[in-house]
């Protein structure tokens, strides 16, 4: 089937785009700003006598000065040099959930009444996003099997922080703060559900897959003691595979007294399907940005719907969005209550978007996003393991659901060509460069797909064909894959520096400065 | 008759009920049934999910959410005077521009080789907020000013050893919270606070000498402070710490900077602060954008928690690439547990705004916005404190924002606000519930989108409302 499709001739528009700092021209102007009018300066004088002597900045920032058609050029072309969804087909990019974000979503976003919205607004003038705020809880809670929903966490990592908070909070109500001192985790779920609870003073154990690729079930019963505060565990795991005895680990957790939360980050392939909640969790978060459509932003801004059930309500951070019959509000009352994570309530434009997905979707448009991204999943196995040099990391035998990872272990063995040299071939044939894995490397040579609903038949047609024809030619002429990318944005650079802090340049100050010689 | 068929979803290539069969044919199953069998039935959903009925035309859905949306009034309706940590500032529109481009919305994270694009934006975000606040080094935006204060505090704590930080009784009680939930259980085992001048707001700087200790491990304070005043005393503060071998972390607005001494010209070890007033709308505070920038220390940097980007040569020939995982070892991608806090998605595409907004300013821009907003604060001021029962409590400089006393006027804040609001103006914050020593009082805002006859409005109103 992969023989049949046409790789494209694609090249990435190559632009050398200088650093801004080196399109500065003195004396040039991106923007003007308003002045005080006339009557302003001469009831208050000159602006500098309003600063005291010793708090007047001497030396104006160095900022580059460049004018207003030069840096919409400037950051235009830079972003014609990164690889979107709205542009490119990013099935590699798993665990990260990676879909379609729907254009009318973004319109609603920019409207003035939720983008100069201010968070301390009198409750009666923001009504309206606190009535969508609300109603996304209720879908949540309904999504989740959970009781209540928070909002306030940016990113999946501040929300599975603030689980580890909560942990807190619930364990020392009940006078074992200091006696549970131990969170349990499993080496493929994600790093932050090691790194939060850590953040949050827990010791970690971490618990290593079975020869089957499952979190090992007598490694979990020796961790468990007096001193388990919680499980903080992602389902499917980062390898694709969906724990079955699930519910048992959660059962053996809450005998000892700890809490059970999950990372559901990614939910894509069990919307409507199964429920943190009637596993017996206590606690699971949504990234906002990978199943429920909200972009991405290089990076954030997310949000990490943090969903618990009744008995951890009253610890979840203030403000509480609330309904009294009629009218919105915010409660800060919550005397429970861990604190607060971030400022403010949360990105609230986020919430909307998602507000807007689910309401484009339903209850069935949302089962039909689950179905689809576990055929595509499936869909592409049947097409990778076809390719020769790739395998599938444990589970033989056994379906995933929406994402796999794989290895190129047997590529690498037989042609020297290694999951990273594939990565910066792929971007030859335009297609955005796959996630390997997490650190450090479990399983060999990794890359983790995950071809979400919103990938047409062909675009997972075209992902595979491009995984044959690197695999053809790691074995026909390895070269020309380890020197890759040919037709990129640019060209190898020198990643030996990235370990070795001296060499390392994070302003262009310093850059300039080595370049000179001077340092 | 139309034929009764499957919904084909806009979003869900895939749900063409052809190609569905073709692909379960591929893919040797069936049913998509027959996908799910790992999950057991007992721990299956069986029933359908109860939410509303969907709104499946583009169309009926922009109608809906607009008819919610509509229910907002936003500060272009409402002439705004709250600040409090979230800005309202004029957005120019090439910053929107940018945002709205497909490639940086919707990208992830990527490599030098996919993304390069936006490491270079990443790059020069950096280069120009450390020149902005006068430090050498930073890393990806975080989260906000408070969780970024919070991680401030806790790498005072782990490059010096030591478990104690010292914080300014005018640090906003909500910043407290986010602040104590980060540092408990952390290398962080005291939070002390340092009193200020009543009659001033500024920090005692007598108070600071008798609260350092050996086992402090740092001083934070704020400049401008939650309250609006300009503390003059950064080198002393900064020299008291020094000598006792702790840090001097300085949260700051960047906004000010064009205009203000930035920390690292008076001895600020660490800065931090929320970037959102430099070109990120409001969003009902879900603009915020927190960094923590450092010196070029290596102990310093080895302890920032963010992603960091590093220029680097390319293998062959001139020209510039990007490490994008430098340093990693500090990350709890690689270090799990072990890392320095955790890491994750935070706030990206805002220091993407931050980077076409000082690109834009130039040192210019940010000077003469920085005047703008001094000159018009001012001017409010004086507007306010002539008008009889108001009163201006602290006579220190500020830059944008000032506290006014409505004790004499008889009159809550509350109230006053929600006469206010009548005449299409919010009011300042309420401060009455975080500092009742200040009674009655409110934090107003003012900034350069602001006119005199806005800022004469205001009064009037004021005046109306008061008696």
Known sequence: MTEEIKLRNYHAQVWDEPLLMELSVKGQRGILVPEAEKEVKAAVGDAEDLIPANMRRAQPPDLPEVAQPQVLRHYTRLSQMTMGNDVSNDIGVGTCTMKYSPKVNEQLCATSQMADLHPYQDESTVQGILEIMH?????????????????????????????????????????????????????????????????????????????????????????????????????????????????????RVHAVGGLCFTDQANANGVLGKARAGDAGFDMCHFNLHKTFSSPHGCMGPGCGALAVKKHLAKFLPVPAVTRDGKNYGLDYDLPHSTGKVRDFYGTAQVVLRVYAWIMSLGAKGLNEVAEIAVLNNNYLEKLLLAIPGISESYGEGRVRLDQ???????????????????????????????????????????????????????????????????????????EKVKSAPHRGITTAVDESAALLHEKCMFTYKKYKRVKEGKE | MRMKRPIVYPYIPNSVPETRSEMLDTTGVKDVEELYAEIPKKLRFKRSLKLPKPLLSEYELKTHVHGILSKNKSCEEVLNFLGAGCYQHHVPSVVDTILSRGEFLTAYYGTNYSDMGRFQVMFEYVSMLTD??????????????????????????????????????????????????????????????????????????????????????????????YLGMIETQGNEIAGLTHENGSLFAVGVNPMSLGVLAPPGDYGADIVSGDTQPLGVHMNYGGGTCGFVAVRDVEEHIAELPPLMTSIADLEEGDGFGFNVFAWAERLSYAARENAKEYTGTATALWSTANAVYMALMGPQGMKEIGETILQKSHYAKKLISEIPGLKTPFPSAHFNEFVVSFDETGKTVSQINAALLKRRIFGGKDLSEEFPHLGQSALYCVSEIHTVKDLKKLAKSLKEVIP
């Open chain 1, 135 to 251: 109603k996304t809880r209720d879908f949540l809670r309904e999504i989740s099997g959970m009781d209540e929903i928070s909002f306030q966490p940016t990113s999946g990592g501040q929300a599975v922080y603030t689980a580890s908070s909560i942990v807190r909070a619930y364990h020392e109500a009940n006078g074992e703060g200091l006696k549970r001192d131990q969170v349990i985790t499993t080496m493929f779920s994600h790093p932050v559900d090691a790194s939060c609870p850590a953040t949050a003073g827990y010791e970690v154990v971490t618990i290593m897959p079975d020869k089957d690729g499952y979190p090992d079930m007598e490694a979990l019963k020796a961790a468990l003691s007096e001193r388990t505060a919680a499980l903080f565990i992602t389902n499917p795991e980062d390898i694709g595979l969906y724990n079955p005895r699930i519910d048992e680990f959660v059962e």
């Open chain 1, 404 to 478: 796999i990872r794989y290895s190129w272990e047997k590529l690498t063995a037989d042609t020297g060509v290694t999951t990273e040299d594939v990565e910066r071939r792929m971007t030859d044939f335009g297609v955005q460069a796959y996630w390997t894995s997490h650190h450090p490397y479990a399983i060999p040579q990794p890359l983790t797909p995950e071809p979400s609903e919103s990938n047409a038949k062909e675009d997972i047609d075209y992902w595979a064909a491009v995984m044959g024809q690197i695999s053809k030619e790691a074995y026909a002429e390895p």
């Open chain 2, 132 to 225: 902005l606040v006068g430090m050498e080094v930073a890393g990806f935006p975080m989260y906000d000013g408070s969780s970024s204060a919070g991680t401030a505090l806790r790498m005072c704590a782990r490059i010096t050893g030591r478990s104690e930080v010292l914080l300014p009784e005018t640090v906003s009680p909500l910043r407290m919270k986010v602040i104590e939930n980060y540092c408990r259980n952390s290398e962080v085992k005291r939070i002390t606070r340092v009193s200020c001048h009543p009659d001033t707001g500024l920090i005692d700087l007598n108070d600071v000498k008798g609260r350092l200790t050996p086992n402090t491990a740092g001083v934070y304070i704020e400049n401008p402070s």
